[in-house]
């Protein structure tokens, strides 16, 4: 007994010693500390995953694209969605405008994660660092200048975590250029050149030096607009840069855009002129597949197993019909130009000769009225890909290209002088002429003839609206919904009600009441 | 004279006879023998080995004596002791060893029981004849005897009798009987026992003693637990109220905090649910929390507890209860002690972080000192629904249907009340057994109690198994004490298919489906299958008989501790304690049932899990200096908890042979799993100093800092002070001999405490896996920031002050407290929209601010206590203003939270109430209902008071709504009365109320919207309609109407309820000698509710009234019988 006690005074004794632990470390068990992760080359590929993701978020699906393409004469969605589209159409977009708020959130969402990614990063500090950064930056910059088109005055924000109590104010459209400027040039001092790196086996995800020039080619190139000063030299020495690198070049066969826009656009034969794309591949999982194809190339189901020309066209999965180009989108084109076989219009044939739609644009002037999802025009510029599971396609969804560098160079040249107007033309004709049998040249007359080129070789590649703003059109377009002049306010889309609830030091744009 | 010898059996004798006595009556519950009469015949069978030589015969006495029990007598000039003697026997009994050494000796002997008396055997010469000489010896030593009873006739085992100012003594047996040989010339017996007076008798002259003891004086010098240690209730400076066994609710319990229900004023207790073994919302001196938990921090037997309480909604089944788990529920309520509530600051300061929603000590039974003793409670309840609601039978529906022309309706050709259908009368049964003993040295308690309760719905039921063992040792000449306490409990329930409003989703439940079921339709077909219609999805008796659903829950608690005494007035003491609970739910929608075929079966399979553990330290000072008297505590403790989870489920089953019990035979894409583990620490210093002086002022001062992992980096630590200052008026000089105030006591404390509640993690920056993208032709899973790192999070902070004054007066026969208090809670948890760029959108920051005040009333008197008929009475009352502070600050701004949602379908994502600054949490606001106009159209009230309509949209908007009503109650009260007669029979009455507060009556707004009677309820194919309340027929309201949430749903939800009524009869078995105490009892329970509301039951956990399971009336019968 006597020896029982002397080992229970021993735990007293023993308690009382431990007692003096004052340690209160937090363990996570199953969540990650973020102080912890961002060491393996796993873990820093599923952050960069995540700055894809986000990104991906804002522009697989139709949000971004409708403020973009909708808001022109490019395209409608014929149904009702609360009236978005019409507000689209028809510039009339408010402070509470859903697709609006989505974009300007995601976008800032993704650069979020570009913060979290740069910031976690450096601490983990990876043998190849600067890589990183340098892609992730340019990503970011890439954001930058989405808000810049669309908004004008954000604020910026490089730090992970907004602080509460000092909250980011708006930043002048000038400076947020500027920021643009300096981190793409800071990312390109980083960035390997296509050359140095085997681009087939990264592609798409790895941003080159050369992908990161370009995207400075649009920042130059929309100058004006967005800090207030033209930089058309800039736009040209830049555009060099990337020509003289020899990294991409323009499939010139009789229409091989529609290579380009293949399902297997992402192979070494296809993928020579894509600069920048999102990665798609049609296996499960809503994140990776090509949400745009559903959504916004969504076809008749009426034009399964149509044939064009005794080819068929590829289609054998269209249902709901999606959105629509308008009539005025099948203007733009000559009828010898194969892109506007893309869009379609008039009569389908089956193989066998039985017609299976009469596809016919929009005349409904009543935009609030839309019945029906199949009306207006069908367009397959993403080439449709036969028997794919489900309605998801593998068709990488492109985001810039070389033809717009070329585009670019051309335009800057023309700008800064109409009497380079040759190489101006030579420029746009290494591109314009596979469209054509037997190749035709471009000529340019004035510089509207470059933006209408524009619009057709750049259809729904959500950069029609900004190159209207840039030419000074966006407010005087005409559309079979859009009869008057805007204000010029309408330049930019206003700043989300709600965000400017949650941050106050935010300032919005001019011109919106509501 | 030779000093004759009588001593206390040893303890390790006593060691022995203990664990004797133990395995015996473990061994006597398997036989079934509930008898526990040993015959004695000691000197039978005690064995006794000797080995001496040349030894005396007061040697060979002493030998035997201290190898047994045995004491010899004699007087020794009658005999010659000095003979020597050689003895060797080997476990020979004691007569045989007499025999032998006595033998010639000229002596002789006599075993009676455990005496043995030597005499001059009757060859030695004496004058005196053998006859006289015992006498002359036996009157050396008296033979006493007698019983001991409490006031309420009842014998008190254990209790010690001594003779005044020696050893000598003994205790009660169990039938309160003691027998005792003292010296010829003790004067004085003294009878003590814990908690009551003692008291002395002359020995002169008397043999047997029947004596009743006196409780010490009611109430004043009663000991209350307050947390890592207990104080006399007369010294208590803090706001503290102590409810003994005797006290709490009788009856059939649906969670134990029922047992305290009403009995104490300032607590306010909802049920959530009738269901048995349903968790309560114990709201102490209003709620300061808005984003997390409102209950007080339980402490079982030094314990703090952490069980889980969530209900299992992720199971995501239709018509899942997501009722939540009771902890308490592990307690047998009979093995329950004592519960103390700590109300104020200056009270709860010692439990720190945790002590600002108040705290509840539970401390259960421990053994008495005494004999063995073993109990048996048992009882046979019967509940029902109180009240059925009002809907139209079938032949009000067939004349509804005519009377209105409805077309398109087609009679079912049967008359069923659906609510008969799934109500029924309930059966619960209880069973405890108890065995309590010990000496002064070991005490124990032991139980096992079996509970099979019934629900009033069909097919739910709760299943309990508990056992506990508390075990109290003391050693080292009694300066080491140490104790164990364990306790097991496994309780298996069958859910109700009711999901208590927010679970129920588009359909409902099975009082939504039963209150709506065309009435003039069958329960089952002539087939006998089960009718449905459309818009239940499902038959409401189906629903529940047809699917599993069982959640099993395991629970453990143990303790141990320890105390050691260095000095008198130093004493150090650890506890160490771990609990450990798991809980599965599982779930299994047949293939053959109607909702399970949709999905050919769906299986669930959720568990939770919890583990904590437990270290406290602590270092106690007390000592007495002249009129100066302190009492100091300073302590460390250390408390861990882990929880774990995981979920499983999946559908498309082949058959329903496996049930839930083989997730993996459903079809492999169906398959859907998660876990989850998360854990924290808590690390605590404490101090607690009080201070008497004189017994007239005393000071109390309490610092508590904890640290928890919890806070974020800049906040571990917070500090928790108190001090509490009591004036014993009535120890003055002016009121000493005062005959009409016998206690007058002002307190008054302040003390600042904490919530820490507020999740696991909310400080770290964290990361979590969702999403995915293609990185160099790989699916990579995305990994990105859900929260933030706020490195500034820290606990809630309530400081609360205190008046109280507690008094009484005609000798304490009326007795009372007054309490007023003010608290304020900063720093409140609350969520905001993260401005951009940001990956998480939410941010939790220690933001906003709540207030309540009250004044809390209790008095008790004691109307007659003498004479055939006692009357004590009882009553509370209490009063609570609840106010919202401010809900921003400088950085972070809200104009309004707004919270709780119409939980009945239709209504999706329509809030009923507000939080703002100047109302109360609990804030209806919604649209004014003005009347129905002659069309049945409704009006309501716009913002600038005109009347308007619902179809005009545009013109009745968000800023048309107001406050419309408030679920905060104005008072909340409880009175009572014990009439006892002749002390045998007795009669408590109970009521409860609460007065002055509003609920939602969700079912009323959906059982008045008649639009399901005219239209078909599955497109075209079933000719049933939906049933509604009789009231709605008149209600004016056209059936083409939308209902809106709006003041007219909102109900008066006054009450006062006949809580409890028991009759009990206290036999007297003083003629048997098995049985020591036997009792009878019947208890009626909710037997009437006065109140205008008009649901089922006007007490609405949350203000929000949708469907919820009713609370039954309960008749139980019941014994107590102590052997």
């Not at chain 1, 087939?200 to 649009?218: D, G, H, N």
């Not at chain 2, 309840?381 to 809907?391: A, E, I, N, Q, Y």
């Not at chain 2, 079938?394 to 259908?421: I, L």
């Not at chain 2, 508590?704 to 509490?724: E, L, M, T, V, Y």
Request: aromatic content about 10%; some cysteine.
């Amino acid at each position: 007994m006597k020896k029982i006690y002397r080992s229970i005074i021993a735990v007293f004794g023993l308690a009382f010693i431990i007692s003096a632990c004052t340690k209160l470390d937090e363990k996570l068990y199953d969540q990650i500390d973020a102080r912890t992760f961002y060491k393996t080359t796993d873990e820093i590929n599923a952050a960069v995953a995540d700055v894809y993701f986000r990104f991906n978020n804002v522009h697989n699906w139709l949000n971004h694209w409708q403020l973009q393409e909708c808001s022109t004469d490019h395209g409608m969605c014929p149904w009702g969605d609360g009236g978005v589209y019409k507000q689209d159409q028809m510039h009339t977009l408010t402070s509470t405008h859903g697709p609006n708020h989505d974009v300007y959130v995601g976008t800032f969402q993704a650069i979020a994660a570009t913060n979290s990614f740069l910031e976690n990063v450096k601490l983990a500090n990876p043998s190849n660092l600067a890589l990183l950064e340098g892609e992730v930056q340019a990503l970011r910059a890439w954001c930058y200048m989405d808000l810049i088109d669309l908004y004008g005055n954000v604020p910026i924000v490089t730090v992970a975590h907004v602080d509460p109590a000092n909250l980011p104010a708006t930043a002048t459209r000038a400076d947020v250029f500027k920021f643009i400027e300096s981190e793409l040039k800071d990312a390109i001092s980083k960035l390997p050149s296509n050359k140095d790196v085997d681009r087939q086996a990264v592609y798409p995800r790895i941003i080159t030096k050369e992908a990161a020039q370009a995207f400075l080619v649009k920042l130059y190139l929309n100058a004006e607009i967005w800090s207030g000063t033209a930089r058309w030299q800039d736009v040209v020495a830049t555009a060099d840069l990337v020509i003289n690198s020899g990294a991409y070049s323009i499939p010139s066969g009789y229409g091989d855009i529609w290579k380009t826009f293949a399902p297997d656009n992402n192979t070494p034969a296809n993928n020579k002129e894509i600069i920048f794309a999102l990665s798609k591949y049609a296996a499960p999982g809503w994140d990776t597949q090509m949400g745009f194809w559903a959504n916004c190339l969504g076809l008749h189901g009426e034009l399964n197993g149509a044939v064009r020309d005794g080819v068929s066209l590829g289609i054998d999965q269209g249902f709901w019909g999606g959105p629509s180009a308008l009539d005025e989108t099948y203007q733009i084109y000559d009828n010898t130009d194969f892109r506007r076989g893309l869009i379609l219009k008039g009569k389908f044939y089956d193989a066998s000769g039985k017609l299976l739609i009469d596809i016919k644009p929009f005349t409904n002037t009543d935009i609030a009225t839309f019945p029906d999802s199949r009306a207006g025009l069908s367009c397959i510029k993403y080439k449709p890909q036969p028997k794919i599971p489900g309605l998801f396609s593998d068709n990488d969804m492109i985001l810039f290209r070389y033809a717009d560098v070329l585009y670019s160079k051309a335009e800057a040249l023309y700008r800064l002088n109409a009497g380079n107007k040759a190489a101006a033309e030579a420029l746009i004709t290494q591109v314009y002429t596979r469209n054509f049998v037997g190749g035709k040249s471009f000529t340019i007359n004035s510089l509207d003839d470059i933006l209408k080129e524009r619009s057709r070789e750049f259809l729904w590649e959500t950069s029609y609206r900004t190159d209207l703003v840039r030419f000074g059109k966006f407010i005087t377009m005409r559309t079979l919904w859009h009869t008057t002049d805007d204000p010029a306010f309408r330049n930019l889309n206003p700043i989300p009600q709600s965000e400017i609830d949650s941050n106050p030091n935010l300032v919005q744009n001019p011109g919106y009441t509501n | 004279m030779k000093k004759n010898r009588y001593e206390l059996c040893g303890l390790n004798c006593r060691m022995k006879k203990m664990l004797f006595v133990m395995k015996f009556t473990i061994a006597a519950f398997f036989m079934g023998l509930m008898s526990l009469s040993a015959a004695s015949t000691y000197s039978q069978n005690t064995k006794i080995s000797l080995n001496i030589e040349n030894a005396t015969l007061i040697d060979v006495f002493k030998q035997i004596e201290a190898q047994s029990e045995f004491v010899f007598i004699y007087k020794n000039e009658t005999i010659n002791l000095d003979k020597k003697v050689d003895v060797k026997v080997e476990g020979a009994t004691v007569d045989k060893i007499l025999e032998n050494v006595l033998q010639n000796s000229g002596v002789k002997f006599e075993i009676n029981n455990k005496q043995i008396i030597v005499t001059p055997n009757r060859e030695i010469p004496s004058n005196k004849s053998e006859k006289i000489i015992k006498e002359e010896i036996q009157q050396q030593k008296k033979e006493l005897s007698g019983t001991v009873k409490d006031n309420k006739g009842l014998s008190i085992p254990g209790l010690s009798v001594v003779v005044k100012g020696t050893t000598t003594g003994t205790v009660t047996d169990t039938n309160g009987k003691f027998a005792l040989s003292v010296p010829t010339d003790a004067k004085t017996l003294v009878f003590s026992f814990v908690g009551m007076k003692a008291q002395e008798f002359a020995i002169a002259g008397k043999s047997t003693f029947n004596v009743t003891m006196e409780e010490e004086t009611v109430g004043l010098e009663e000991v209350v637990a307050i947390g890592y240690g207990t104080v006399k209730k007369s010294d208590i400076t803090g706001s503290v109220k102590t409810l003994s066994n005797d006290q709490f609710n009788a009856g059939v319990v649906m969670a134990p905090e029922q047992l305290m229900q009403g009995k104490v004023a300032g607590v306010n207790i909802t049920m959530q649910s009738g269901e048995p073994g349903a968790n309560s919302d114990v709201l102490i001196r209003g709620a300061n929390s808005i984003s997390f938990s409102n209950s007080p921090l339980y402490v079982i037997d030094g314990v703090p507890v952490g069980f889980n309480t969530n209900g299992f909604s992720n199971a995501a089944s239709d018509r899942m209860t997501t009722l939540s788990n009771n902890p308490l529920n592990m307690l047998n309520p009979s093995d329950i002690e004592s519960i103390n509530v700590l109300k104020d600051a200056s009270a709860t300061a010692i439990y720190g972080s945790r002590g600002a929603n108040g705290v509840i000590l539970v401390t259960t039974k421990k053994g008495k000192a005494g004999q063995n003793s073993v109990s048996y409670e048992g009882s046979y309840g019967v509940s029902s629904l109180r009240k059925k609601l009002d809907v139209l039978s079938a032949s009000d529906f067939r004349s509804y249907m005519k009377d209105n022309a409805v077309t398109g309706w087609v009679d079912g050709g049967a008359s069923t009340d659906w609510q008969d259908q799934i109500f029924r009368t309930a059966i619960t049964q209880s069973h405890s057994l108890s065995l309590n003993g010990g000496n002064d040295k070991t005490n124990y308690r032991a139980s096992v109690n079996y509970t099979n309760q019934d629900g009033i719905i069909i097919a739910s039921n709760l299943e309990k198994y508990t056992g506990r063992i508390n075990i109290n040792h003391k050693a080292m000449d009694d300066r080491l004490t140490i104790g164990l306490n364990l306790t097991n409990a496994f309780l298996k329930n069958h859910n109700s298919a009711n999901p208590e409003g927010a679970g129920g989703g588009a359909s409902g439940g099975t009082i939504r489906d039963a209150l709506r079921n065309d009435p003039t339709y069958p329960v089952k077909d002539a087939s006998g299958a089960y009718v449905w219609h459309g818009a239940f999805n499902q038959n409401p008796v189906e629903e529940t008989l047809v699917r599993a659903d069982n959640t099993e829950t395991y629970r453990y608690m143990g303790n141990g501790t320890a105390d050691y005494k260095f000095f008198d007035f130093l004493n150090a003491n650890i506890n160490i304690g771990f609990t450990k609970e798991n809980i599965d739910r599982y779930v299994y929608e047949p293939i053959a049932g109607r909702i399970g075929s949709i999905s050919h079966g769906h299986g669930s399979h959720e568990s939770r899990a919890s583990n904590s553990k437990l270290l406290e330290t602590n270092l106690v000072f007390n000592k007495t200096f002249g009129k100066h008297s302190i009492n100091a505590l300073g302590g460390y403790s250390f408390q861990e908890f882990v929880y774990t989870n995981s979920f499983m489920e999946s559908s498309g089953y082949i058959s329903d042979a496996t049930s839930y019990n083989s997730i993996n035979s459903g079809n492999k894409a169906s398959w859907n799993l998660y876990s989850g583990k998360a854990s924290n620490k808590l690390i605590s210093f404490y101090t607690r100093a009080t201070y008497d002086f004189n017994r007239k002022y005393l000071l109390t001062a309490t610092l508590r800092r904890d640290g928890s992992s919890r806070f974020g980096a800049n906040q571990k630590w917070g500090n928790f002070p108190s001090a509490a200052l009591g004036w014993r008026v009535s120890e003055e000089d002016f009121l000493k001999n005062s005959n009409f105030i016998s206690n007058f006591k002002l307190r008054i404390g302040y003390g600042v405490t904490g919530n820490q509640e507020i999740g696991n993690y909310g400080s770290l920056p964290i990361l979590s896996a969702g999403g995915q993208y293609i990185i160099n032709g790989n699916f990579v899973g995305a990994v990105y920031p859900t929260q933030y790192s706020n490195p500034n999070l820290k606990w809630e902070s309530t400081a609360q002050s205190n008046i109280g004054l507690d008094f009484g007066i005609f000798k304490n026969r009326l007795t009372g407290t007054i309490d007023l208090y003010k608290k304020k809670t900063n720093d409140l948890l609350l969520s905001f929209t993260v401005p951009q760029p940001a990956e998480a959108s939410n941010t939790t920051l220690n933001v906003g601010s709540v207030e309540n005040k009250g004044i809390e009333l209790e008095l008790n008197g004691v109307i007659l206590n003498e004479g055939p008929l006692a009357w004590e009475a009882y009553a509370n009352i209490a009063h609570n203003e609840n106010n919202v502070v401010s809900i921003s600050n400088s950085e972070w701004k809200q104009a309004a939270i707004y919270t709780g949602w119409v939980q009945v379908p239709g209504f999706t994502g329509q809030s009923t109430q507000i939080i703002m600054p100047g109302e109360p949490l609990g804030t209806f606001y919604g649209f004014r209902f003005a009347s129905v106009d002659a069309n049945g159209k409704q009006q309501f009230y716009d913002r600038d008071n005109k009347l308007t309509y619902t179809p005009n949209a545009g013109k009745l908007g968000a800023d048309d709504r107001a406050v419309i009503g408030h679920n905060q109650p104005k008072f909340t009260y409880g009175f009572g009365s014990k009439f006892t007669l002749k002390k045998r029979l007795s009669l408590d009455l109970f009521f409860r109320g609460v007065q002055g507060t509003q609920v939602l009556n969700s079912t009323f707004l959906d059982l008045n919207d008649k639009s399901g009677i005219y239209s078909a309820i599955a497109s075209g194919t079933d000719n049933a309609r939906i049933n509604i309340a009789k009231g709605a027929v008149t209600n004016g309201i056209a059936h083409t109407e939308t209902l809106l949430y709006s003041s007219k749903w909102i109900q008066d939800a006054s009450f006062l309820r006949l809580e409890n009524v028991t009759v009990n009869y206290n036999f007297n078995v003083s003629s048997l000698k098995w049985l020591s105490n036997f009792n009878v009892y019947v208890t009626g329970q909710n037997l009437f509710v006065i109140t205008k509301y008009k649901g089922y039951d006007p007490e609405v956990s949350g203000g929000n009234d949708s469907y919820k399971y009713p609370r039954p009336t309960t008749i139980q019968l019941g014994i107590k019988a102590n052997f």
